[in-house]
DNA sequence: GCATATTATGCCAACGTTGGCACATTTGCT
DNA sequence: AGCAAATGTGCCAACGTTGGCATAATATGC
């Protein structure tokens, strides 16, 4: 309710040192300054944020936009708002799934002008769509963008999988085969590459398309007809959700996880938390992620310079050691 | 970049035209504003909202509040984005976690002047914080605020656990055990409720404090000590974390879901769909109470009248079947 | 005591939009 | 033709904040 002018009025100064007072800048009266702050306190005087970003032209507000939520993105923007709210910024979200508006989602990011752009990369996203950031000039920064042009906070997937099949190893599983598909290629890779160091023949589980727990237990149903000496020891899942399918089917066929087969999952779902046996898992450090893109991000707004190295930033998984390996 | 001056001058008219052009309001000639929409289109005006915010001293952002992003929050920020962004609004994200800057949430709430302000409930929202959104005086609606003065959109719990009570005597279970806490009286009257009108004697399992899943599992042993006969065959869990990690417990113990014991959850979460078997539960209609949350907070905003019937709405549950029950 | 920094304060315009009001033009009616 | 109503357009002030500039008061150096 009371702006400048009422604090003023109750100091009896003017508009612009009460400015002065309350931003700090420009010289000022300690004394005059303590009366100011404390009239101020007094009448509640809350800056009109609008009036701000009218006259400075820039706003605080960071616009994220995701297709849809997902329990994935959650701890991502807890990070990615705690971060940006230190730094005096405001989260605004933008969901743009099928059911909304129909809009275009950048022009609607536009329309806000916020001071960045937080984008979590989907299939509905991907590269035409997000390649027009680089046209809006805004700063932003995109989770888990393709390999590409785009700034991106990415997980280094392929070192994840690689560090769990070595785990798998050396707790004396000697037939390691991967359920996915062959679409992801950085999964994939980092598995081969486990195999190689391990001189071992890569064993392959195909993943159904659709539904990730039916496809994990479409293949437990393929995996309980081979001959019990050729079934793997230990089974890499390409997602929680295509392993927790997996070991349901297994259950229901009377294998033992994990004395006859380990399952390792990957993204650390809550669900691996809550399955039987509870799910080995490689996790993504959100929150971390979610800091890394704020201060991306914000370094971007302050314009800071290393335009050659980009901004992208890949960082480590973390393998989760449940019961299920 | 473009404003309605530089539209003004492309279109050759004044500002004020240019406004009922864009607008549609008041008297302007069909030409005229043809003409005007398409230079607005082709400098690709947008207006600035700041300014529009400043000018019009009303502004078209929700604060959503929340102490921490939880899985079950989502969906019903998702349908509450969707209707506010339908309407015009735009969502912001406090989140209120420990980590963050330790100022006041409502201060910082107020200080970005939302249109209104949706508040998850939780133990450190309860009451003696969440009723200062009373005297703010701001538009705002609870999600699952405790019996109170509060505005807030409610599920049934009694009504849910009731019904999923009946479900598992319809089907059979001759002995049905709550597990659960003494303290939430809601879920707990729906099952005496039940029980009551199925004349027999209710049976509790005590849940421990702490870790929902860890409680889940201690109850199972308890459960497993007991003499078989007397074992009940159906449990209602408090939520699908003690309904999981009591599952757990059973598997572990070499007992039969549902052949033994059925289980139901409370929450639907994810990890119910994702268990073996799969966890039947009492969903929430998440996404239908983010909208009518939503719709409330609109009417409010609109200063619609109704004060005497306050704008609470309580939505019923669903009983998810699956195969644990 | 005077000139010159330094410190302290105030005035004013501007950001882009909006709404009141006034003016100009056209239409409809006697 | 004359007058009122309806229609079309423009001017101007204001929202609260900010930054440039000017002015006033005090301190510093000779």
Do not use: C
Not at 71 to 92: D, F, M, P, S, W
Not at 193 to 215: F, H, M, N, T, V
Not at 249 to 265: Q, T
């Amino acid at each position: 309710m009371a702006g400048l002018k009422e604090v003023a009025a109750a100091s009896g100064v003017s508009i612009r040192t009460v400015m002065r007072a309350l931003s700090g800048q420009g010289y000022i009266d300690s004394q005059t300054r303590e009366r100011v702050v404390t009239q101020a306190q007094r009448l509640g005087y809350r800056p009109n944020l609008a009036a701000r970003s009218l006259k400075t032209a820039r706003s605080f507000d960071i616009s994220v936009v995701a297709w849809s939520m997902d329990e994935l993105h959650i701890a991502k923007i807890a990070g990615l708002e705690q971060t940006l709210r230190h730094a005096g910024y405001a989260v605004n979200v933008l969901l743009e799934s099928a059911a909304n508006t129909g809009g275009d989602w950048l022009e609607n990011v536009l329309l806000h002008r916020p001071a960045g752009v937080a984008l979590f990369s989907s299939s509905q996203f991907h590269n035409e769509q997000a390649l027009r950031l680089l046209d809006s000039k805004l700063p932003y920064i995109v989770f888990d963008a393709p390999t590409g042009p785009l700034d991106s906070v990415r997980i280094d997937r392929q070192q994840g999988v690689y560090e769990a099949v070595l785990y798998l190893a050396a707790t004396g599983r000697r037939a390691i085969a991967y359920l996915g598909t062959q679409a992801d290629r950085s999964r994939l890779d980092g598995y081969l590459r486990a195999l190689g160091q391990l001189s071992r023949r890569p064993i392959y589980i195909e993943q159904a398309e659709g539904d990730q727990y039916a496809a994990g237990i479409a293949a437990s149903q393929r995996f309980s007809e081979l001959p019990k000496a050729k079934r793997p020891d230990a089974v890499l899942a390409y997602a929680d959700e295509v392993g927790l399918g997996f070991m349901a089917g297994l259950h229901e066929r009377g294998i033992r996880i994990p004395s006859d087969v380990a399952v390792i999952g990957f993204d650390d779902r809550r669900a691996a938390a809550l399955s039987w046996p509870r799910l080995t898992t490689v996790a993504q450090p959100s929150r971390e992620l979610g800091i890394a893109a704020a201060e991306i991000l914000l370094r971007k707004i302050k314009g800071e310079a290393e335009p050659s190295t980009g901004w992208s930033r890949t960082m480590p998984t973390k393998l989760v050691l449940r019961e299920s390996a």
